[in-house]
């Protein structure tokens, strides 16, 4: 068990009121490795949120134990769990006045005390935490006047200046643009590397959390988790079954989901290179799905010359050319 930053044993996430409870997830029994980033994952209502409030100890377990090294989290006194764990809340940035410095510093709060001033180490910690989350730039800015990414960055940086084995963050992308969304995801991966802390986050981002986490925990529909490296669960068809819903359909071969309604006829495309990888995504837009097989009943080329891109279609001993993928398209179209 020691090898394990964090751990839950036949865990049981929900809610009681008067003497009715209502079980949202479990028995659930997850293990964290120091240096991992973990991704929360499961459709809307799984309990993502729940569970993470109870691994931070916000709200009591219906049943079972959460351990982080080997104290139960029930057990330790708030200022003790401090020093275990940090929690970053979506729009947890309610800092007014702040300016950016002042606010990672409080990361230091269960060391120092409210009252003290930050020591020497201190100081040098809140340093590292700062450039860590790329925040430098900003740090004499007040936080109120941050945009939503760059508070969440800082967040981050509070995370780390209070220096736990253990960071939770929940739905930390939920506010960015796709550049900043990459950007955090790598983050986190290279810090959970460089620092060997467990990082678990929450999140909506499929795609990305695929391409980074060291391991998945994909909170079911019935309650139920399941963990693994994200390849496992996607050859296992446990991803794609956890997320399904009419219309939409997991492609195992891209790593992606396909929003568009097939019409049921396929195509054999021959090809390599950008040009043939954009003409799959201009097909699949089109509502055909693509084929292994040379015997399909359409056949098609893209072919990358010096003079330019072409694309064939072929059928029998007749191939016919065009020289745009929107002719390509309409000509397909007409088979
Ligand atoms: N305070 C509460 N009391 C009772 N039930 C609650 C409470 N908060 C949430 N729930 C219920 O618990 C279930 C899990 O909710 P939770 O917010 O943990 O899901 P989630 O996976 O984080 O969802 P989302 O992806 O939509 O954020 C839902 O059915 C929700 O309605």
Request: charged fraction near 25%; glycine fraction near 8%; proline fraction near 3%.
């Given at each position: 068990m020691e090898d394990f930053l964090l751990h839950t044993s036949d865990l049981s996430v929900g809610y009681k009121s008067g003497n009715t409870q209502k079980s949202v997830a479990g028995p659930l029994n997850l293990t964290m490795k120091a240096g991992e980033l973990i991704c929360l994952l499961g459709p809307n209502g799984a309990g993502k949120s729940t569970l993470i409030r109870t691994l931070a100890g916000l709200q009591p377990a219906l049943n079972g134990i959460v351990k982080i090294d080997t104290e139960n989290v029930a057990k330790l006194k708030p200022s003790q769990l401090a020093k275990k764990l940090s929690l970053v809340l979506t729009d947890s940035v309610k800092a007014g006045?702040?300016?950016?410095?002042?606010?990672?510093?409080?990361?230091?709060?269960?060391?120092s005390g409210w009252l003290g001033g930050l020591s020497k180490e201190d100081k040098k910690i809140v340093k590292w935490a700062i450039e860590s989350a790329h925040?430098?730039?900003?740090?004499?800015?007040?936080?109120?006047?941050?945009?939503?990414?760059?508070?969440?960055?800082?967040?981050?940086?509070?995370?780390l200046a209070q220096d736990t084995p253990v960071i939770i963050l929940d739905e930390p992308t939920a506010h960015l643009d796709l550049p900043s969304r990459i950007e955090l995801m790598r983050l986190l991966h290279q810090l959970a590397k460089e620092t060997s802390k467990g990082i678990l986050i929450s999140t909506h981002e499929l795609d990305l959390a695929l391409q980074v986490a060291d391991q998945i925990w994909l909170l079911k529909k019935d309650g139920s988790v399941a963990v693994g490296s994200p390849e496992e669960l996607v050859l296992n068809g446990i991803f794609e079954s956890a997320f399904d819903k009419a219309g939409v359909l997991f492609d195992k071969s891209t790593g992606t989901f396909n929003i568009h309604q097939n019409t049921g006829k396929s195509v054999f495309l021959e090809g390599n290179g950008a040009a043939a990888f954009w003409t799959k995504r201009a097909l699949l837009r089109h509502g055909y799905s693509l084929t292994d097989?040379?015997?399909?009943?359409?056949?098609?080329?893209?072919?990358?010359?010096?003079?330019?891109?072409?694309?064939?279609?072929?059928?029998?001993?007749?191939?016919?050319?065009?020289?745009?993928?929107?002719?390509?398209?309409l000509l397909l179209r007409s088979r």
């Amino acid at each position: 068990m020691e090898d394990f930053l964090l751990h839950t044993s036949d865990l049981s996430v929900g809610y009681k009121s008067g003497n009715t409870q209502k079980s949202v997830a479990g028995p659930l029994n997850l293990t964290m490795k120091a240096g991992e980033l973990i991704c929360l994952l499961g459709p809307n209502g799984a309990g993502k949120s729940t569970l993470i409030r109870t691994l931070a100890g916000l709200q009591p377990a219906l049943n079972g134990i959460v351990k982080i090294d080997t104290e139960n989290v029930a057990k330790l006194k708030p200022s003790q769990l401090a020093k275990k764990l940090s929690l970053v809340l979506t729009d947890s940035v309610k800092a007014g006045n702040l300016d950016v410095f002042s606010l990672v510093s409080l990361g230091r709060y269960p060391y120092s005390g409210w009252l003290g001033g930050l020591s020497k180490e201190d100081k040098k910690i809140v340093k590292w935490a700062i450039e860590s989350a790329h925040v430098e730039m900003f740090v004499n800015r007040k936080v109120s006047q941050l945009s939503d990414g760059e508070c969440q960055k800082v967040m981050l940086a509070r995370a780390l200046a209070q220096d736990t084995p253990v960071i939770i963050l929940d739905e930390p992308t939920a506010h960015l643009d796709l550049p900043s969304r990459i950007e955090l995801m790598r983050l986190l991966h290279q810090l959970a590397k460089e620092t060997s802390k467990g990082i678990l986050i929450s999140t909506h981002e499929l795609d990305l959390a695929l391409q980074v986490a060291d391991q998945i925990w994909l909170l079911k529909k019935d309650g139920s988790v399941a963990v693994g490296s994200p390849e496992e669960l996607v050859l296992n068809g446990i991803f794609e079954s956890a997320f399904d819903k009419a219309g939409v359909l997991f492609d195992k071969s891209t790593g992606t989901f396909n929003i568009h309604q097939n019409t049921g006829k396929s195509v054999f495309l021959e090809g390599n290179g950008a040009a043939a990888f954009w003409t799959k995504r201009a097909l699949l837009r089109h509502g055909y799905s693509l084929t292994d097989s040379a015997s399909a009943l359409l056949s098609a080329e893209v072919r990358d010359t010096q003079e330019g891109t072409t694309w064939l279609i072929k059928s029998g001993d007749t191939i016919e050319k065009r020289d745009t993928m929107e002719d390509f398209l309409l000509l397909l179209r007409s088979r």
